[in-house]
Structure formats: C-alpha cells, structure tokens
C-alpha cells in the first residue's frame, strides 16, 4: 500500500493567523483529494489535487507530485476553520488502484 | 444533484447481532466505496465497487463483514455477530471511476454511526 503521513498531528492558532499542512506519500499518486472533516463528522471536499496550484478564497494547495508531497495553506484563519484536515491519495498500481489512502490527520483549533 | 446517503445514521446494537448500512451514491457515479473511522482515527478502507463487481475487498478486516451492491446503485454493508470493536462511523464514498482514474473525486456521505453494546 500507499504510505501517507500528514504533519504536524495538532495545530492551535489565533484567529487571523496563517498555516501550512504537510502530506508525504510513498508512491506515484494519479488522485490527491484533501478534506476537512467538521465537528459533526462530515468530511468535506477541499481540493482535488494530484499536481499543480490550486486557490479557493482563503484556502490554497500545491502537489509536487514529482517529489511527493502536497501542501494545504490556510490564510487568516477562523474559528470554523477549526476540526482535523485528511490527506488522501490514489496510486496507479493495480494493488492501489480504487482505494484512497488516508493520512491520520491534523486537528487545527483556532481560538477566537 | 442530491449527495451521497446513508442510513441509518446512528445505529445502536448489542454484540452479537447483525446489522445492515445502506448507501446511496450520487446518481451517475459508477464506483462505490466504504471506508470505517474509528474514534479519533483516520480512515480505513473496507471495499469498492466498479459497477456491482468488488474488484477489491482486501479491506474488509473478517468474514463477519460482507458487501452487495445492485447495478450502478445502492450497496449494503452487512456486519455479522457484532463485536465490540466494530464500534466506528461507517463511511461510503462514491466517484466516477475512469481507467487509470484521472479525473475521479470521491464524494463522502455522512456516515452511519455504530455503537455495538
């Protein structure tokens, strides 16, 4: 399988202040989608990105797929920013095709 | 269009019975997923479905664990003899699925919450 490590584990921020989460993967990836999972549990689509830059409002992810990583900029962060950011991946290996591969995650808290 | 469903959305059982969770993907997507988050995990993958074949279900961690999907539609996860560790949220996702994947995003429902007693 695909490897797939997402740091730091737990980030505390201000309210206003800017972040940057870390993935690392194993292996050639062809899907990398990350996600913000709310309080209520619900994980919801951020970016799907296996290269390139890409921006949406205050969030932006870039995917060096060359060299395996991706990362996800929060910028001048809220308190509904806060809840854990999952790293997935797609290999394109026929043992790793279909299947995402999940991070553990980063919990972000963000005090007002 | 609507987005993924899952029912029920909480399910609470004693050990030893079996349980049945529905999902419903978004219309149109060929691929179907489940995946289980335990408290506080990430997650882990159970099986998926290319249509209503399993190309791969090397995720699914017992025989107690079994899954059906009807055509391009609704798949059922069932779980047999509940034990206590099968306590987690039960995740579905679904996605188109073209070959080598390129242009696939999976979408995630809600979940079904079970707690084995």
């Known amino acids: 399988g695909i490897q797939v490590e997402q740091s730091p584990p737990d980030l505390i921020l201000q309210e206003g202040a800017n972040s940057t989460l870390r993935c690392n993967f194993s292996?050639?990836?062809?899907?990398l989608q990350w996600f913000h999972q709310n309080p209520w549990g619900q994980l919801i689509n951020l970016f799907y990105?296996?290269?390139g830059t890409k921006q949406n409002g205050r969030l932006s992810a870039t995917t060096v797929a060359t060299e395996r990583y991706s990362l996800l900029y929060i910028s001048s962060s809220q308190t509904t920013d806060s809840g854990v950011y999952f790293c997935a991946v797609r290999g394109i290996r026929g043992s790793t095709l279909g299947r995402l591969y999940f991070g553990r995650g980063t919990q972000l808290t963000v005090w007002p | 269009g609507a987005g993924v469903s899952q029912s029920p959305s909480n399910k609470v059982t004693e050990k030893g019975k079996d349980v049945e969770l529905r999902c419903d993907p978004i219309s149109g997507h060929t691929a179907l997923y489940w995946y289980r988050q335990r408290l506080g995990q990430g997650l882990e993958f159970l099986i998926y479905?290319?249509?209503?074949?399993?190309?791969?279900k090397s995720g699914l961690p017992s025989d107690r664990f079994s899954a059906e999907r009807t055509g391009e539609s609704v798949s059922t996860l069932t779980i047999q003899r509940t034990q206590q560790e099968d306590s987690a949220v039960y995740l579905c996702a679904s996605s188109f699925f073209a070959q080598g994947g390129y242009q696939e995003t999976q979408y995630f429902g809600p979940g079904t919450r079970l707690l084995v007693l």
């Open positions: 479905f290319q249509g209503n074949s399993a190309p791969d």
């Open positions: 990105i296996p290269s």
């Open positions: 292996d050639s990836v062809n899907n």
